[in-house]
Structure formats: structure tokens, C-alpha cells
């Protein structure tokens, strides 16, 4: 119960590329928002540098342990993206710190909404957050020279966790179906046990339907007018959850329009779902980052920590302002808005509504 | 070469569902493109019943042995979806059929083309059709009752034909790039090694240049306008090729619309990219199937066996007539055309146009 902690302590992770530069833009506008709570001390803003790829490498740990204990004297945190090295990169073969940070914390649940609210779309996602491909991510094994596997880790605690969480939202917040998401026509053992789990947490919720579909054709039902309001709360294993997010992220008026929250039992984490856009920062466009991402995980930190209200007039802005943005989105041209100016316009947007 | 080949044996292979329907209809038009050649007994069709997932639960295989000899003995098959069998729906646990006869006929190259000449979309998938989480997708380990673990295989040699295949058609239809498709940042070592080999082929084609993408950014990429037009050819794993071309074929006006081509060294099979469409049986309206898939499957299948000319009509008549479903698609209507009409409409149309 965060009321009764003062201060709460926000712990803010710049990241790589784009990161520093929307990070820095959503805690304005939170600090904008709670300037009440940060003026009294209830509301603290805590600056933690070094979660950079150069660091990483440098420590060679994909959160480096003087970062890791900064971070767990925070409540929440609000986290730039950082880079995730591949084979060829030139950086060395270190976990993503995203991934590092949701199995270190156990930060289990992924939990992405994605709102248009003229379509009548209302989805939350709840991507598991620590198994799947993600679980032992950098431990494939090279067989032989030509033959290279990968394990893909399913368990029955992992799975109800984060299926029972999403049953838990939907009867929270009234929804009557879940939707599960899967390929175990072809994934028999993983997935086949994710659906047997889900299968039984129905059973505590009698008043929740509950649909399997599978990915393939759900990234078609996601886009097709005739399904889009059939969706309301969905849980899927960690990649199908990824792949899925950032398409469902697209309809809203693209990935850099999505927040997400990274929940555990004692810490959370909330971020963009995208990237840090190397190319942009490449390409010497990082200023133009759309900074909505971060703010919208700034508004899901906002409601986490008890600060409702502030958290719900945000959402609002942002999504009048992703209105005008997926205008812009489906005519393919680019907002030609810096991140400051952005985080203005959100501010003013919350002024005026 | 089918020239030098006569007769040139076509097999239909009905399938499950609404498969039975659509394949014959699909027989209908390339019967109806190829009745000269049917004349003069320079084109056979020969129905091959059996592949029904009754017959395969009775055989326990998922591609009972008397009807793998009828296959072998056709030049190329036209396949109906089939049901594939998961945990809990009744069936036995045996592998779907189509990933069976991908194995046992060596069908390595899943081509999938998907084109919306309006909105300049022309985009050709190579999807590999042997490995990844389709490998060993039955044999998966519950490692104790509580952890399961499934295996994604990836080989050097079963890479690099997929990719010399996307390679070999952008040069022979003059594309200027080849899309790679991963999730390499997680996935690190299958996907890695498919990005390596990917480097290596890319060597082969000096005038072709390539770009890695991630899975999950591309499910945002294939609907945002401003990415539509950038990608020609694109090479992926069986999983993630399964998963976009679906995605992709809804924007060209549904699953339903969309034809691929299975391709080996020696056989070929052709089939809709959708499956059996059991909730569409249940509520009766397996009349309703849009037949459109399987024609199009057809449409490459006359084209592989060296018949240009009708295939080209047929694909051309195929893109008018999804301009309508595309319109249709958009307001989430169903067409309410059964499959028997959209036949006819098609058949009318090529001689149109
Ligand atoms: C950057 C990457 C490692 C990460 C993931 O795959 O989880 C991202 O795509 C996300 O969705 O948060
Ligand atoms: C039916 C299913 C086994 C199949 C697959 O996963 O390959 C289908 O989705 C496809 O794309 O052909």
C-alpha cells in the first residue's frame, strides 16, 4: 500500500539511443503532474545512471550490481529502452536489461493496454515476463557447427501467475472473456500446457469466458474490423506477447504510442515496449522521439502508486493526442515534432480537458 | 521440366472442414483454365480421398501410407486444409498433415505472396518449412509435472536454402532487396545462426542488398504505411513466417485470400495458408468459404507446372476480385457469396479481363 510509504521513491533509467531523451520527457510531465506530492516530500524523483550499454559491457552484467542496488532501494521505476546486443554487433553476448531486470525483480506480468477509443478498442494484454524463449535466451547450445537449438521453458506456476492476473483484471474491471493466445497445434508441450493452466483458472472464475486462439491468425483478427471488439483481456506466453504487443501498438498510432508495466509481487518497472531506435539516433532524428510511450508507462506508474486521478487525466491526454498521432501514422509522414515539444502539447492537452 | 512431361498428374487433396469445399472449387477453375490441355490428356486430375483426420486418427499418422503413395505418384498436389490435433480437442496427438508432408517430401520453401497493387504492397514470403519449433513440434519433454520444455532446431544447410531461395527470386525478378527476419536479440543462437548464414548467402548476390528486422517491430512494419512499400522478398523461420504472412494476408483482405506454394527439389504441394475453419462447420456455414486461397494456390500451381499464362489471368483475376473483398473485409461484413458463386465470379472475371 503505497499510501502509507512517504517518501515514495521513482527511480528513472535513462537507457540507450532514444532512451534519455523520453525518459527525461515523461518524468517532467509526472513531475508536472505530482509537483503537489514532490513539493510536500511525499513524491520523490531519483536520477540512476549507468543502466548504458557501455557500462553493461564494461561490467560485462546486463545490470550492473552497484545499478541493481540502486534500483531495489526504489519503489517503482520508470525505464528508458536500452540496446540488446546480438551476435555480430560488435557488443559482447550480454542478456537484454530488460529481460535481466523482469527475471531479477521476477517482474512476471507484462501488462500492455492499447486503446483506440473511436474503433471501440479496449485491449490489455498480459504477457508472461520471464519464460519462453526469454527464459534461458543466451543459452542455446551449437550442436554441432551446422545445427543450433534453443529451448523454450514453460512452467505451471509461471503460466497461472499470469493468466490468473489477467482473469483477476478482467474481473476487476468488468470485462466478461479472456482471450489466450498460443500455437499448441504445432508447440504441443509448452504451449499445450499454457492452455491446460488456463483451463483451470477459469474454473475459479465462473463468470469469465475464455477463447484459445493462436498467433498466426490472431496477428489477422487483431486487424480486421469484424474481430477488433471481440478482444478485451488477453494472456500469452512472453515472445507471442511481444509479437502481438507491438502490432496491436501499430493500430494505436505505432510502438512509440505504447506503454507498458512490469509487475512482480515487490517491485515494478515501467516502460515504452519499443526499442532505442538506433537507427533514429543514426540517422540524427533522436529529438523527434515520440515521447507518448514513455508517458503512457508514466501513467501506468502514476495509478500503480495510488495517484489515480493524475494517472486517468494522462491516459485522456494521450489519447487525444495518439488521435491526432495516428492521423498523422496512417498518411506515413512523421509527427516533424521534437520530444520536448511533445511533452508540452501532453501537458497543455491535461490543462485543457 | 513439365514440358517434357505428359501426362502432368495434379492431385486434389480434399482435406478437413470446409477444405472438401474450397479444394474442389479451386479444381473447378484450373480445370475449367486447363481444358485443352484436359482434352488432349496433357493434364490428369486425380482426386486422392483419405487425408481426413478420421482416416489419419484410425492410422495413427499424419499421413496415412496408402495416401503418401498416391502423392508421390502425382507430379504436384493441391491440398484442402486439414485439422490438426491438439492436447484436449479428442484427437490423438499426431502431427498435422501439413507439416507432415512438408517433412516427408522435403518441402522446404514456403512461398507466400501477398499483393495490394493499389496500395503498392507486392511483398513475396519465403518461409522455411522444415525446422524451427515445427522440427520436433510433437516431441517436446514435461521435464516434471510442473516444467516443460519444447526445442527450436535451426541447421546451416536448412538456412541457407530458404535464403538463396528468397535471394535467387528477388535477382530473377529484379527486386533490390531481401528482408531477414529474427528475433535475434533474444533468440540469440538459432536466430543467429540464421542471421550468419544470411551474411554468407548475401555474398552470392552482390546487386542485392539485405536488412535485418525483428519479428515483433515487423508485425507493426507490415501496417504502418510508411514501411508498406519497403519490403520485396523476405526470408523468415517456419514459426515467424507462419505468424506474419497471416497478418499479411488479412491486410490483402483475409486469410481466406491468401495461396502458397510448399516447394522441394522434387515434389510440390499447394494449399491455402488458413486452416479448416472448424467454427465456420459448427455454425453451418461451410458454404460460405471463400474459395479465394485455394484458387490463388492453384494459380501458382499452374504456374509451376509451365502453364504462364493461365496462372497470370487467374492471379489477375484474383486481385480484382479482393479489391471487392478488401472492401468488404474493411466494413466487417461477410461476403455472404458461397464458395460455389466466388468460383463462378472468378471464372467470369478471367474471361473479362
Ligand atoms: C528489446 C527487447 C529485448 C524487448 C523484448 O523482446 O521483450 C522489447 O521488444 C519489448 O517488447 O520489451
Ligand atoms: C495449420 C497449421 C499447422 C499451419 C502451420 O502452422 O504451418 C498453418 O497455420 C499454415 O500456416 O500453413
Redesign the pocket.
Known sequence: DFNAISPIVIGILGGDGIGPTIAEESRKVLEYLLRDQVASGKVVFRIIDGLTIENRAANMQSIPDDVLAEIKECHVTLKGPTHTPEQGDGWPNLESANVGMRKVLDLFANVRPVRVPAQGIDWTFFRENTEDMYAVGSQGVNVTDDLAIDFRVITSQGSERIIDAAFAHAKRTGKDSVTIVT?A??VKTTDGKFLDIARKVAEDYPGISWEGW?I??MTAALINPARQRQFQVLALPNLYGDILTDEAAQIQGGVGTAGSANVGKVYSMFEAIHGSAPRMVQEGRAQYADPSSMVRAGAMLMEHIGFQESGARLHKALDICGQYERTVAMTGRSTGVTSGEYGQYLMATVEDS
Chains 1, 2 share one sequence.
Open positions: 500455437k497445434n504445432i493462436y498466426d491468425i
